[in-house]
């Protein structure tokens, strides 16, 4: 049956796809892949409960029992307010760049906050072995599981709801699989749902423009904000700021000093911002990468440091290396907001002159159907059981959206066949696309749209269906509640080169979640503060 059958008909389906995955061993050249003990993964942050959603408030208890006294005390101070003449105090904190910030923080205690930690570092690992676990070097396989109509991958865009596109050709994989390739040292971001079960993995984020570092610039604001300042004056808490952008510049220092491009004396990294749209580009002031880079370098044994905001042009190649306006650079952070020519860096960084972050990978590692991958073959040999454990605590079930048959929940599910009857249960996701875009909830979609884009899907070749998950319940500030709102975030968990680098929280009010949780789309930006023992 075509793809317009089903549209038509709703059933049946009988197009046959070119499987890569069919061609000899599924495993060729497998790559080394964590082992994180059983221990340290059933942790928890996995819950051992079921049933309804917790009330609102109880997921933030169990970060941290200071988020209880938090929440009674913040209570009491709104309701005082509202007893007031004066006007209730707006939910969220609109700062000058355009980030709407909750103005309610999360506590977690040191120990959670490492226990996420070990979660955050080992799903980047396994992300990042699925694609020479799987097939080796052989490109044309590589070529064939990520082809789309036509064959191009779109790659995210920092800044901007646009897709641009790569085309994915054999060649193009020979010449990014080479070493050096950025795979291992590429920053990611995991999105994470947390829920009755756990934190589930929603989708992997991988290269420089990692959304949500600028938001470390509004801690110290946010901490002077009530009723934060008094609660943490008057409980005498020690606290600090979440600060992914201190992570993340560490670990461009670290890398570039293990491929031999600096050692020690002026560290000058070079952000590539632009093009961007002139939302994004308010978000990466200089002042905030040079102070918190000058700190890493002299704490790594550097001198100085040095950062300069450019766009493609401003690249010129020098003996090997890569200048800008004059004088050698180390590293390239891409920041842009899509469209940014990436040739020269690109190459003098496969000739060790520079180090980038992270070039052209960034698009094949942050595909959606590397969950595909992992989530379809959880239960085959080529997983340790740690790294099975690890999937079927964090990954909900998601397979490609194409005419093949697979199990669900114990019981088989064909694709497209039963996706009519299963819309509910499900989300489509277009696995190249990014900022909250091309992303369908089933049971907030009509049967009509649900119908029309699974055969779009089915047409194009690159969308993944994913298992729905329901959020656990928060409670954060509302200029309508003393007592707050009803929340669901999105726990963006940033790892850096197999070490942790942060989280990046996104919310939004329960009554409007039949929606996607994203900046983009309008979700509040929350402020994570990590108590010390």
Not at 91 to 99: C, D, N, R
Not at 450 to 460: K, Y
Request: proline share 5%.
């Amino acid at each position: 049956m075509t793809t317009a059958t089903f549209a038509a008909a709703h059933v049946g389906v009988s197009i046959a796809l070119r499987n890569p995955l069919a061609k000899g061993s599924l495993s060729s050249g497998r790559a080394p892949s964590a082992r994180p003990t059983a221990e340290i993964l059933s942790m928890s942050v996995r819950r051992a409960h079921s049933g309804a959603l917790l009330d609102a408030g109880a997921a933030q208890r169990r970060w941290s029992p200071v988020n209880q006294q938090f929440l009674e005390f913040a209570t009491r101070q709104q309701s005082n307010a509202m007893g007031t003449q004066d006007a209730p105090t707006a939910s969220v904190l609109q700062t000058p760049l355009g980030y709407a910030m909750q103005r309610w923080p999360l506590f977690i205690d040191a120990a959670r906050y490492a226990e996420i930690g070990r979660v955050a570092v080992a799903v980047d690992h396994l992300m990042k072995s699925l694609v020479p676990r799987f097939f080796g070097r052989d490109t044309e396989r590589i070529a064939a599981y990520f082809a789309a109509a036509p064959t191009v991958i779109e790659a995210p865009v920092a800044g901007s709801g646009h897709l641009f596109h790569i085309e994915l050709t054999p060649e193009l994989l020979e010449l990014l699989l080479e070493e050096p390739n950025g795979i291992a040292a590429a920053p990611s971001r995991g999105d994470y749902l947390d829920t009755t079960d756990g934190l589930r993995f929603l989708e992997f984020n991988a290269g420089g423009a990692l959304g949500g570092i600028p938001a470390a610039q509004f801690a110290p604001g946010l901490m002077r904000e009530e009723p934060t300042a008094t609660f943490l004056a008057e409980y005498a808490l020690r606290v600090r700021p979440d600060r992914p952008i201190d992570g993340l510049l560490r670990h461009i220092i670290q890398e570039t000093r293990r491929q031999g491009i600096w050692r020690d004396g002026e560290f000058r990294l070079a952000v590539l911002l632009y093009p961007s749209d002139e939302n994004n580009v308010p978000l990466h002031p200089r002042d905030f990468y040079e102070e918190s880079l000058r700190h890493a370098v002299h704490e790594l044994g550097g001198t100085e440091a040095m950062v300069v905001i450019c766009r493609d042009t401003d690249f010129l190649e020098r003996e090997g290396t890569l200048e800008v306006g004059g004088q050698r650079v180390h590293a390239v952070l891409e920041q842009h907001g899509g469209g940014a020519d990436i040739r020269r860096p690109f190459r003098i960084f496969k000739r060790g002159g520079v180090s980038l972050f992270s070039g052209p990978i960034a698009a094949l590692l942050s595909d959606k159907r590397m969950l595909a991958l992992a989530s379809t073959h959880a239960d085959t040999g080529e997983f340790t059981s740690a790294e099975r454990h690890l999937i079927h605590s964090h990954i909900p079930w998601t397979c490609c959206v194409r005419p093949e048959a697979h199990l669900f929940r114990g019981r088989p599910f064909r694709v497209p066949d039963d996706l009519l009857d299963a819309r509910e249960q499900f989300v489509l996701k277009k696995a190249t696309s990014f900022g909250g875009e091309h992303v369908l909830i089933g049971r907030a979609t009509t049967t009509a749209r649900w119908i029309s884009t699974v055969a779009l899907a089915l047409r194009e070749g690159d969308w993944v269906l994913q298992e729905h998950v329901e959020s656990a319940c928060y409670r954060f500030h509302s200029d309508r509640h003393a007592a707050g709102a009803p929340y669901e975030v999105v726990w963006g968990l940033y790892a850096f080169g197999g070490t942790f680098g942060g989280v990046y929280l996104r919310m939004q009010q329960r009554e409007l979640t039949e929606s996607v949780i994203n900046r983009a789309k309008g979700a509040e930006v929350g402020q994570l503060l990590v108590v010390s023992p």
